[in-house]
């Protein structure tokens, strides 16, 4: 039986850890409200925003300008 260790397990934090793409802030799924662009996030990689640039942004994209969703709703 293997097991995994490290940044290679999947309670290791790097699995849920986004940065929001305007501040550079570390947001952790779950604990943290992530905001996605669907449409960006297809093209882009992962387009993630924290609440604050939520607010600023008025809840759109700054790139397609559609709406923005929470990652776990």
Not at 44 to 51: A, Q
Request: glycine share 12%.
């Amino acid at each position: 039986m293997v097991s995994l260790m490290g940044t290679n397990a999947g309670g290791h934090l790097g699995w849920v850890t986004k940065r929001c793409r305007i501040c550079n802030r570390k947001l952790i799924v779950g604990k943290d409200v992530v905001y996605i662009c669907p449409r960006c996030s297809r093209t882009r990689g992962d387009v993630c925003f924290c609440p604050g640039d939520y607010k600023v942004l008025h809840g759109r994209c700054p790139y397609c300008g559609s709406e923005l969703t929470p990652v776990l709703s």
